[in-house]
């Protein structure tokens, strides 16, 4: 559950902004412990100082949001409070935002960007979503080493500060090579535990798994608990894409919460959904699983994406890897309810077939829906765009208080969840449907991953949290990316603010890059 203690007047309002410092810097309402656990830092000499008036103050918590002034400084929010109550430095640049909301910046937690950041490090779809955090390394693949990608994170400089799980795929390939399509045998696993350690020594905030996909699709439960309990024994929690998302999502949802159970750390379900037709209606059971996991003790939560589709490998639709067995194959497109939703992406051996259906490939080729699935798979394979969810299912799952936003995309992604999931949960779910408040909302995006994270230096509007701010029209803004067209910039976003530097202006980058690695230090 997310902590809603309301902060008293004296650290709400008129705080001297070298107190704010003071406090920037590890004592008061920013902890030591809460700023060690991050080590990445502000850049005083970059920062702006700006005084922000007549805005809608959305903080983070899910508090009611208030019309006031915030001041930034030397990279941390120095004050906040009512109009005319903060005093700022003369030398201090004054910004009126009358009709705007001001957010804290939005953490993505489950972000794919891991290497389309060095040759994309302005990242423009993420910033213009109000993103300034992102995390990697979800689905059981992560850089490798931790230290040496977080390092060239460091370098680069990108316009988002990036943190990184390590990956329960990743390991086990690195353990068992090639021969990985069996169960780990004792003397492996030991193996993997020290990489994890590795790896959560390094900065990794928490062990991810894959298990739809190779290699994690073979690993016992067992395997995965000895795993978490080593990211356990650092701090770090379990993301997990289960096993199942379709007729075994139950089953699946069961086995990440024994996980966590019985290796004593939290759990994230990744980009919870009901996958086709076969379990449409059941995000309810769900949601009660989790209920009464954490009213059992444990901390359960999940992250969604706000459209009724998802992307992955065409091989996702064969569960039993016989894709060369045609009942095999035609099992599994029945079961996704046919060609005619299944959107083949990133299929290099014949490009101009991107986009298009697997119906109408098939049509194309002289095939049936089965033959053309084979020949795709013989050619390389493909990504795979599915649209198979239920809107009904993604209503409730969005509404559900153990659920947080996330994108399951990032730079360059095919599907519009890259760079439209933020800002459509703003537009289309807020302000079109009334399906979430917009105080509601923004805690999915900030304090709520933030949260997860063990981060208390950003995810709120407070005195001593770093100045990661989104500025946003609550009127305009709405995403703008489509599945024919998944790269489409949002709009909406005024300004993005990292640190106290500014990222995003004017429907484009500023240039500025002051984003870092984040390590989590346990």
Known sequence: MLDRTKRGPSARFRLPVSLALALGAGGGLATAAGLAAQAVSVAPEDAATVLFTNATLVDGTGAPGF????????????????????????????????????????IDIHNHS????????????????????????????????????????DELRPTVDVATLVGHGTVRRAALGDDYRRTATDAEISDMIVRVERGMGEGAFGLSSGLEYDPGFYSSTGELIALSRAAAARGGFYMTHMRDEEEGLMEAVDEAIRIGREAGLPVQISHIKAGNASVWGRAPEVLERIRLANEGGLDVTADQYPYAAWQSGLAIVVRSRMFSHPDSVAKGIEAAGGGNRLQIVAFFHEPELNGLRLDEIARRKGMTEVEAYMWIMENGGSGLIGHTMNDADVDTFMASEWVMTSSDGGVRSAHPRGAGTFPRVLGHYVRERGVLTLERAVARATSMPARRLGLDDRGVLRPGARADLAIFDPERIVDRSTFDNGTRIATGLESVWLGGVETWSAGAPTGARPGRAVRHMP
């Open 67 to 106: 019309v006031g002034d915030l001041l930034i400084d030397a990279g941390r929010i120095a004050a906040l409070g009512p109009p005319g109550s903060v005093e700022a430095p003369a030398t201090a640049e004054r910004r009126d935002l009358s009709g705007l909301v001001l957010a804290p910046g939005f």
């Open 114 to 153: 891991t290497e389309r950041l060095f040759d994309s490090p302005l990242a423009a779809t993420q910033i213009a979503q109000g993103i300034t955090t992102i995390v990697v390394g979800a689905d059981g693949s992560s850089p490798w080493p931790i230290a040496d990608y977080l390092a060239r994170i």
